[in-house]
């Protein structure tokens, strides 16, 4: 099966650069590029196989097709669709956060 891009809403990105910046000041460099690094691994995982992933949250906000896909080593999630022809990020979100009230944030954009 063949990769499908990874695009990112700008709220995705905008969590992206919310997280850098805090682990910049809270962690320093290497842990900010740690967290890239992770990301950017999830974004090649999900592109590769992105029916892998949990659809639970889908199911809980009834989104249908939402799935997550949990960074390795961060309590970050990642939150997308699928489509033909590209993987829509709709958000990154730290595991902590009251998702549903984030995402709703998501599903006017």
């Known amino acids: 099966m063949?990769?499908?891009?990874?695009?990112?809403?700008?709220?995705?990105r905008d969590d992206v650069e919310q997280a850098?910046?805090?682990y910049l000041t809270e962690g320093g460099q290497d842990i900010a590029l740690d967290f890239v690094d992770a990301l950017e691994k999830a974004f090649q995982?999900?592109?590769?196989?992105?029916a892998s992933?949990?659809?639970?949250?889908?199911?809980?906000?009834n989104l249908p097709g939402l799935r997550s896909?949990?960074?390795?080593?961060?309590?970050w999630?990642?939150?997308?669709?699928?489509?033909?022809?590209?993987?829509?990020v709709w958000r990154v979100l730290h595991?902590?956060?009251?998702?549903?009230?984030?995402?709703?944030d998501s599903d006017e954009t």
């Open 69 to 75: 896909s949990r960074l390795q080593r961060f309590s």
């Open 45 to 50: 995982q999900i592109a590769d196989n992105p």
């Open 2 to 12: 063949k990769s499908k891009p990874v695009v990112p809403r700008q709220l995705a």
């Open 77 to 88: 999630i990642v939150f997308y669709l699928e489509w033909d022809n590209h993987i829509d």
């Open 53 to 61: 992933d949990s659809p639970r949250w889908g199911h809980d906000l």
């Open 95 to 104: 595991a902590q956060r009251d998702i549903p009230s984030w995402m709703q």
């Open 20 to 22: 850098v910046n805090h």
